[in-house]
């Protein structure tokens, strides 16, 4: 006999002894934590460390403004993350592939401020390689925003690589 879903009855629901066998088997599930549903998940926090973190950045248009990269990163809360081995490249955002800057050091620390702002800050040297400029230093931060403002406060060494125009005329 060929058989059809829409020839299919669910009749033995209606019979007297399987009415309280499923109705057994809805209370066993409601009240079995087994068969219960289970409570909303919560949040899972990463221990180890993320290797090879690769995290570009782009604009409204869709060009490349900024690519993090790090050897090793750990979550270490919602505004915080460790890198070994950060490389930040900073990108004009018009489609172009060189980079403004690159900003190396072996290890820093990222806070994440709000309306894509951070700070990264390191104890160990850094380099700032740019268009005409490059700067290594140590214990250093990085911030971020309209400025883009970088402090270095020991061992500092700045080479330009650009006229002085009316500095040392």
């Given at each position: ?145 309209d400025r883009h403002r970088l402090i270095l406060n020991k061992n500092v060494r700045v080479v330009i690589r650009a006229p002085l125009k009316g500095i040392l005329d």
């Amino acid at each position: 006999l060929p058989l059809s879903l829409s020839s299919l009855s669910f009749s033995f629901v209606r019979t007297p002894l399987i009415r309280p066998f499923i109705a057994i088997l809805l209370l066993l599930a409601t009240r079995c934590p087994l068969l219960a549903a289970s409570p909303a998940p919560s949040p899972v926090i990463a221990k180890a460390p993320v290797k090879n973190l690769r995290l570009p950045a782009f604009n409204d248009q869709g060009h490349r403004t900024r690519f993090l990269r790090g050897d090793e990163a750990r979550y270490i809360s919602n505004t915080q993350i460790d890198i070994i081995g950060l490389n930040l490249a900073e990108f004009r955002g018009d489609g172009s592939t060189a980079p403004l800057h690159l900003l190396l050091a072996p290890s820093a620390t990222v806070f994440i401020k709000e309306n894509n702002r951070f700070l990264i800050t390191g104890k160990e040297s850094m380099r700032l390689i740019g268009n005409g400029i490059e700067a290594t230093g140590e214990n250093w931060s990085y911030d971020h925003d309209d400025r883009h403002r970088l402090i270095l406060n020991k061992n500092v060494r700045v080479v330009i690589r650009a006229p002085l125009k009316g500095i040392l005329d």
